[in-house]
């Protein structure tokens, strides 16, 4: 007997007829792969309810107190109230947000993202990956980190070989709020492997030698596991380059 | 009156969380709930003798949410500005990235899915009652769930959590 995606939906939800039910338990007995759907179902209704737990958390605003007491000025009751227009991004976070979950686990990523939207981008998502695009692309294949032009949105921090081969170097974008990470060369392109927010915020302006020091532990702990011997030295940086970053 | 007052007070979180799963951002969210609760308020003759707050509440933030999408309709063809569902990471603070790769699937299904996913998913109300608050047949209800299921699959992979 097959079961349809929808039985099993329902089935998650504790939904089906009793015979429905009598029926798919049976066939669950025998069939791992059915069991494996039914997991799929449930694993997915947990994974989304947990998603918006922390809503319940979070303090209630005071207007929304205050209508409820019906204290809201100027009692707009039944109007439409039109929602706020707000400035959208450029760039699609929601195409490399849910990439990210996958590719960045476990750092904490802030509302800055989206104000960094001054185009062009400095991320963008591609196959699955997030890759250095705009301002950031252009530092990280340009900007030396002996060499960083002062007020310049990208701070490099340090450049390595990693355990691959392949170059990678760390950042701080500095648009507005300060966003670090680590990104390494694939092809002609720069693959983040790690971005958290940065502990200093705008701190920057101190000196570039900082940049390094300053990263967040989930960008720091990226660093110590791929980097191979010790970060490259002025020189080194500088031939890399002239290589365009290629092992 | 007083009494409606209380009750919707205790629900409020949960009221934040049914309009966050709808409107993506907190802001928005939270305008979309002041101006459900302000109609409640207005009409609040209609709840009926024990009928739960909850459904009646969503009801109406489901109401408020039509008109504000038919709003925001006519707003995006005069300014022809792009309602991407961009907002997930300005309620994003500090949240892991699970769940706002989860909260930003979610935004991207059409807008019956992801009120069903609401209703049923985050919510927990029964097929009957979700049905009921979404003025559909169960039937209706039922595939459409199934749907955004496959569709959040598709989005978030097959691990059941990163």
């Known amino acids: 007997m097959t079961f349809s995606e929808e039985t099993l939906s329902a089935y998650a939800d504790g939904e089906v007829d009793a015979a429905t039910r009598a029926a798919l338990e049976a066939a669950l007995a025998t069939d791992p792969q059915l069991a494996q759907r039914v997991a799929h179902q449930r694993a997915l209704r947990a994974r989304v309810r947990d998603a918006f737990t922390p809503v319940l958390e979070e303090p209630v605003p005071e207007r929304l107190l205050a209508s409820v007491r019906g204290a809201a000025p100027g009692q707009r009751t039944g109007q439409v109230v039109p929602l706020r ?9 929601p195409q490399w947000g849910a990439m990210a979950a996958s590719l960045i686990v476990g750092v904490l990523l802030g509302p800055v993202l989206l104000r960094l939207a001054a185009p062009p981008a400095p991320l963008e998502t591609s196959g699955g990956r997030v890759l250095a695009s705009g301002v950031l692309a252009r530092a990280l ?5 002996s060499t960083q032009p002062p007020g310049a949105p990208v701070a490099i921090g340090v450049s390595f070989r990693a355990r691959s081969g392949g170059y990678c170097r760390t950042f701080v974008l500095r648009a507005t709020q300060s966003l670090a990470g680590l990104a390494c060369r694939a092809g002609p392109a720069w693959q983040v492997e790690a971005l958290a927010q940065s502990e200093a915020p705008g701190a920057a302006g101190g000196g570039y030698a900082r940049a390094a020091s300053a990263l967040p532990p989930a960008v720091a702990r990226t660093l110590d596991e791929l980097i191979a011997g010790e970060p490259l030295d002025a020189a080194a940086e500088t031939a890399a380059r002239e290589r365009g970053w290629q092992p | 009156m007083d009494e409606l007052r209380t009750e919707l007070v205790e629900l409020l979180p949960r009221l934040r969380r049914f309009a966050r799963v709808l409107a993506r951002n907190a802001h928005d ?6 101006t459900s609760i302000e109609r409640a308020l207005a009409h609040a003759g209609q709840l009926r003798a024990g009928a739960p707050l909850a459904g009646w509440m969503f009801g109406i933030l489901r109401h408020a949410w039509i008109d504000e999408q038919r709003a925001r309709g006519r707003r995006a063809r005069l300014f022809a500005s792009p309602e991407a569902a961009a907002d997930v990471a300005d309620t994003a603070q500090g949240l892991p990235v699970e769940t706002i790769a989860v909260q930003d699937a979610v935004a991207r299904l059409p807008e019956e899915q992801r009120l069903a996913v609401a209703l049923v998913l985050v919510e927990g109300l029964s097929y009957k009652e979700a049905a009921h608050i979404m003025e559909v047949p169960i039937g209706t209800l039922t595939s459409r769930l199934a749907r955004a299921r496959e569709a959040l699959q598709g989005m978030l992979g097959d691990d059941g959590g990163a």
């Open chain 1, 85 to 93: 227009q707000r400035p959208r991004a450029r760039w699609s976070w």
């Open chain 1, 141 to 145: 294949s340009q900007q030396l980190a």
């Open chain 2, 29 to 34: 969210a939270d305008d979309l709930l002041q």
